[in-house]
């Protein structure tokens, strides 16, 4: 049975979705391949952040959307290079809350790398 998925709170560059206990976090920047801008990065923080506080969420999974023009897909091809500056990327002390945020409360955070032929039919409704 397919799952119902209710926007949790609009963001730029993804989308966040919850449903029966599961959050889904989307790297929605399709035309970079989904490569993270300090941005990204500060959206997954606040989602990810929410997740790891709602008691009902049980599960996380996060995954990137496509195609890029191409028609190829891509889960996260990195950091945006376009953005990078001489000093790297600055993300206002972001860095390590990221990770807290991931697994601050020790939920499992599954990670969306899928092919049409590796998902596991009870997975298909989730992708």
Same mark, same amino acid.
């Given at each position: 049975?397919?799952?119902?998925w209710?926007?949790?709170?609009?963001?730029?560059?993804?989308?966040?979705?919850?449903?029966?206990?599961?959050?889904?976090?989307?790297?929605?920047?399709?035309?970079?391949?989904?490569?993270?801008?300090p941005?990204?990065?500060?959206e997954?923080?606040?989602a990810?952040?929410? @997740?790891?506080?709602?008691t009902? /969420?049980?599960?996380? #999974?996060?995954?990137?959307?496509? &195609?890029?023009t191409? +028609?190829?897909? *891509?889960?996260?091809?990195g950091?945006?290079?376009?953005?990078?500056?001489?000093?790297?990327?600055?993300? @206002?002390?972001?860095?390590?809350? /990221?990770?807290?945020? #991931?697994?601050?409360?020790?939920? &499992?955070?599954?990670? +969306?790398?899928? *092919?049409?032929?590796?998902?596991?039919?009870?997975?298909?409704?989730?992708?």
């Open positions: 049975m397919p799952l119902t209710t926007l949790v709170k609009p963001y730029e560059d993804i989308f966040y979705h919850k449903a029966d206990g599961i959050a889904k976090i989307t790297i929605n920047r399709p035309h970079k391949r989904n490569a993270f801008r941005q990204t990065i500060t997954l923080y606040d990810f952040s929410n @997740a790891r506080e709602d009902r /969420i049980g599960v996380v #999974l996060l995954t990137g959307a496509g &195609p890029h191409d +028609g190829k897909y *891509a889960f996260c091809s950091g945006d290079q376009s953005v990078r500056g001489q000093a790297g990327y600055i993300l @206002a002390g972001l860095e390590p809350a /990221i990770w807290l945020a #991931l697994w601050g409360k020790k939920k &499992p955070v599954k990670f +969306g790398i899928f *092919a049409v032929s590796t998902v596991p039919s009870r997975l298909k409704p989730w992708v």
